[in-house]
């Protein structure tokens, strides 16, 4: 009997495996590092169904990050290349045309990236064609451009109350945590224990779900949201109560992953650099459920 695993786990098939005793040391090696558990299975006919729809090939990333004047991408540097050891290509702003884009799968927007209107329409074409694009902070803002058609997510406070009063608008956060809701069907929630995660959230725009995927999201109820850092009185957790933390949208053959808040804070705080990772894995896969 194989026996069962949680959405998160990962399976190598030996058969597909130039040198199965080199990967045996490597696996060995991983696990001893990392505390993860490796089991051997004799047949794929396991319980799970490890050939079943349930289980989706992962391909490996072929990162391209936006760097240049203007954009906060240290943090992403970091990341990519001394904590995952993954390569990855900068581009600078102004170069993201369709040629370019065709050597890569996964496209990360950092704060302060800012696209063209013909980078955002070869950056679309792309993500139809399977590509996974990444954007963080206020460069979600840029994407929500009705014209672009790319996500319905709304901004709270931008749209006049049903009564005709002006809304009311969230006031700046200077940094705070506040407890999320955690969808683990969807990809970027694969891997987590648990069903909820304290996330970081700073400024003043918060966003209301839209129609894509809203893998993370806060309680429509604004009592006990905040677990440490200030919160403006009657203004932040009632206004940040329903919105979401990060959010997917399909495009064609590939994926729109959206943070409006970073996920590598500085970055101290490491509860959310899973999410980021899960999208660099998951999002450019075709056959993604």
């Known amino acids: 009997d194989a026996g069962s695993w949680p959405r998160g786990t990962f399976i190598t098939r030996v058969e597909r495996a ?6 045996y040391m490597q696996l060995d ?4 590092k990392y505390g993860v558990t490796v089991r051997a299975v004799d047949s794929s006919y396991g319980a799970p169904g490890l050939g079943s729809d349930s289980v989706m090939t992962v391909r490996t990333p072929a990162v391209a990050l936006i760097a240049g004047e203007g954009v906060r991408f240290s943090g992403l540097w970091f990341y990519l290349e001394r904590v995952l050891g993954i390569p990855f290509t900068m581009v600078q702003p102004g170069r993201v045309n369709d040629q ?3 050597q890569f799968n996964v496209l990360l927007l950092p704060e302060g ?7 955002n ?16 902070g206020r460069v979600v803002g840029g994407l929500t451009d009705k014209d672009l058609a790319l996500t319905d997510l709304s901004v709270v406070g931008s749209e006049p109350e049903k009564d005709g009063k002006k809304p009311e608008k969230p006031t700046d956060v200077p940094g705070a945590i506040f407890k999320a809701q955690v969808n683990r069907e969807h990809f970027l929630g694969w891997g987590l224990d648990r069903e909820t995660l304290p996330v970081p959230v700073d400024g003043a725009t918060f966003y209301k779900p839209g129609k894509g995927s809203n893998a993370i999201t806060f ?5 006990g949201l905040r677990l440490s850092g200030w919160a403006w009185p ?20 590939g994926h729109l992953v959206l943070f409006p808040y970073d996920p590598l804070p500085r970055p101290f705080w490491r ?13 450019p896969q075709r056959d993604t459920p």
Not at 121 to 136: D, H, N, P, T, V
Not at 219 to 223: G, L, N, S, T
Not at 271 to 283: K, N
């Open 113 to 119: 990236a800012r696209l063209s209107k013909g980078e």
């Open 18 to 23: 130039a040198d199965a005793e080199a990967l």
């Open 234 to 253: 009657n203004n932040t957790e009632k206004l940040l109560a329903g919105t979401v933390w990060a959010t997917d949208e399909p495009v064609g053959g």
């Open 121 to 136: 329409e070869a950056l679309k074409a792309w993500m139809q064609r399977g590509g996974c694009a990444i954007a963080i």
């Open 29 to 32: 090696t991983l696990a001893k």
């Open 219 to 223: 309680a429509k109820e604004p009592e």
């Open 271 to 283: 509860g959310t650099e899973r999410l980021l990772l899960s999208a660099i894995l998951f999002g």
């Open 100 to 102: 370019l884009l065709s």
